[in-house]
């Protein structure tokens, strides 16, 4: 069945709740956990689940997101699969470039002419899950469905950031509304298993991750032609119309939308734990990135509680808390860093620009500085004696160098901050 199956990776819009990381790359090129990218959680959990023929479909701040799969997913000669680049491009049928979910997957259709497939697999590259892709299409097949959304339980203060669906007792969806107000949501309340009512999980949202036949996903743009959008658009449609069934495939996993800052951050720290609900640690199913070859992190005299340390750093810290520190990160002796993200570099200075620099414009974390509830963004230079803290409490606002959003403060990328400054709470 797999073999049967094509996976469409959709590569995200502007990005503008992700902003500034999404400045100068896509939502899908973020890094997360320290050394990976967004766009390595679906492409491996379709690797994992045997589905080896992907097409990414980008359009915002493409190049890293290009850079990174071109450097990262080569297949053999003896083997069908690909993770291939589908970019937004106009063409002599169409001028514009993707007006939307459905629209990128309709503009993408005609390219997979040469390619055998029965199934249609429609996934986000914004999302962070560990999904086995084999028992949803065995569960849309089972079904005889024609379209199957994969749905997770969620409370009411999140259901009205979600699609929401009712679920018949046969796993059919009998209605479906997108993002419901606040005073309709209690309305759209589906019977769920007590595991999930005990939690106060009373409504099913979609995941944003289809399953389509492919002669009903050719018949859906046929009819819908001016549709752009699958969550507004295309499931309503399906779901209302008596030619179709759709079918819900219940997911109880942990799974996070990487939609907002907060959550990004969220997602990250959560990761530090002891045992998260999503983990890297795992014999069969891996989380793929591109193979670095970089040096262990030396570490000198650092007291570490939940930290998630990735390779080839030099860390003389005094402390680092429940934090996530990336590739190549340096850090200076005696800073204390806490709840906080450090994406790390994309190389290592030479020794003739460390001699040259100086000390407090190299690369990394300078000495005694105290970050806090922050993201340092990759090739930012922190100098000495810098204050770093993020808090509830601290009002939106943008710089230069850096940026304040939900109480989180975010360091641009490659941006230089003085010796001595303090940013946030005081």
């Not at 589906?190 to 009512?197: A, G, N, R």
């Not at 859906?220 to 032609?225: A, C, D, I, Q, S």
């Not at 340096?330 to 290592?348: A, E, F, K, P």
Request: proline share 3%; glycine share 8%; with cysteine.
């Amino acid at each position: 069945m797999t073999e049967k199956t094509v996976a469409l990776i959709l590569g995200g819009g502007v990005g503008s709740r992700l902003y500034p990381l999404t400045k100068d790359r896509s939502k899908p090129a973020v890094p997360i956990a320290g050394k990976y990218r967004l766009i390595d959680i679906p492409i491996s959990n379709c690797l994992n689940s045997d589905i080896r023929k992907m097409f990414v479909m980008t359009m915002f701040n493409s190049a890293s997101l290009n850079k990174h799969i071109k450097n990262t997913y080569h297949f053999d000669v003896f083997s069908s699969g690909f993770v291939d680049i589908m970019a937004a491009e106009q063409t002599r049928e169409s001028s514009d470039w993707f007006q939307g979910t459905a629209d990128a997957v309709r503009q993408t259709i005609p390219r997979l002419k040469k390619v055998d497939y029965e199934y249609v697999l429609v996934l986000s590259g914004d999302q962070l899950y560990n999904m086995d892709f084999v028992e949803i299409m065995k569960y849309h097949v089972e079904q005889k469905a024609d379209v199957t959304i994969a749905t997770i339980p969620v409370v009411e203060k999140d259901a009205t950031s979600f699609g929401i669906m009712k679920v018949n007792k046969e796993g059919m969806i009998n209605d479906f509304i997108e993002k419901p107000d606040a005073d309709e949501v209690g309305n759209w309340k589906s019977e769920l298993d007590d595991k999930y009512t005990s939690e106060g999980k009373h409504y099913l949202a979609s995941m944003g991750i289809y399953v389509f036949s492919k002669q009903v996903m050719d018949d859906l743009f046929e009819e819908n032609v001016d549709a752009n959008d699958f969550g507004k658009e295309i499931i309503p449609y399906s779901v209302a119309s008596d030619k179709y069934k759709v079918a819900s495939y219940a997911y109880g996993g942990y799974w996070a939308d990487i939609g907002t800052i907060a959550s990004f951050m969220e997602a990250n720290l959560s990761l530090t734990g002891f045992l998260p609900e999503f983990h890297l640690y795992d014999n069969l199913k891996k989380i793929y990135t591109r193979a670095r070859m970089l040096a262990p992190t030396k570490i000198f005299g650092t007291r570490i509680t939940h930290g998630l340390i990735s390779e080839g750093g030099i860390c003389h810290a005094d402390e680092i808390a429940r934090s996530v520190i990336g590739v190549r990160s340096r850090i200076g002796q005696g800073t204390v860093i806490r709840d906080s993200i450090l994406m790390g570099n994309d190389y290592y200075q030479t020794i003739d620009d460390i001699n040259e620099l100086p000390d407090n414009k190299l690369l990394g974390i300078g000495n005694n500085c105290f970050i806090q509830h922050a993201i340092i963004d990759k090739n930012a230079r922190i100098g000495h004696n810098v204050s770093i803290v993020g808090g509830e409490d601290i009002e939106d606002m943008e710089t230069d160098t850096y940026c304040i959003v939900q109480g989180i403060v975010i360091v641009k990328k490659a941006a230089f901050i003085e010796s001595g400054s303090q940013i946030g709470v005081k």
